[in-house]
């Protein structure tokens, strides 16, 4: 686990807004599940988005259920957050991005939110 030099911007929007937050992203790593089936994949491609799941980039990353969007952005470094990055363990079967990293944001001891940086991405060390 390492200590990242940022915080994160934590915005809600209701369930409506899912499409738009996901297309914001750049070229994003997408996990998605409905009541049948689940998926990992890149970009949107012509699959419609299912019901709960997150999308990700480099600084941004998207997560969605049926009650409403959450979107956690990399930030500027603020007084009592503290940023740990630490290694994704990805199962042999799971097309995903070759190396994927979690930033849990801590506050006080309290979680705010956690954001993916794919790809190797260190974020802003």
Not at 12 to 32: A, C, H, K, N, Q
Not at 36 to 44: E, I, K
Not at 67 to 93: E, H
């Amino acid at each position: 686990m390492a200590r990242l030099n940022e915080s994160v911007d934590i915005e809600d929007f209701p369930p409506d807004e899912r499409d738009t937050r996901v297309r914001l992203l750049e070229s994003p790593w997408i996990g998605d599940e409905g009541p049948l089936d689940a998926g990992f994949r890149r970009n949107l491609g012509d699959l419609p988005l299912r019901p709960r799941g997150l999308a990700f980039d480099r600084s941004t990353t998207v997560i969605w259920d049926e009650a409403g969007v959450q979107v956690l952005t990399a930030a500027a470094p603020r007084p009592g957050v503290t940023a740990l990055r630490s290694s994704v363990l990805l199962r042999d079967k799971l097309s995903g991005p070759p190396e994927l990293f979690r930033v849990d944001y801590l506050e006080r001891g309290s979680l705010l939110g956690s954001r993916y940086i794919p790809e190797g991405d260190q974020g802003h060390a």
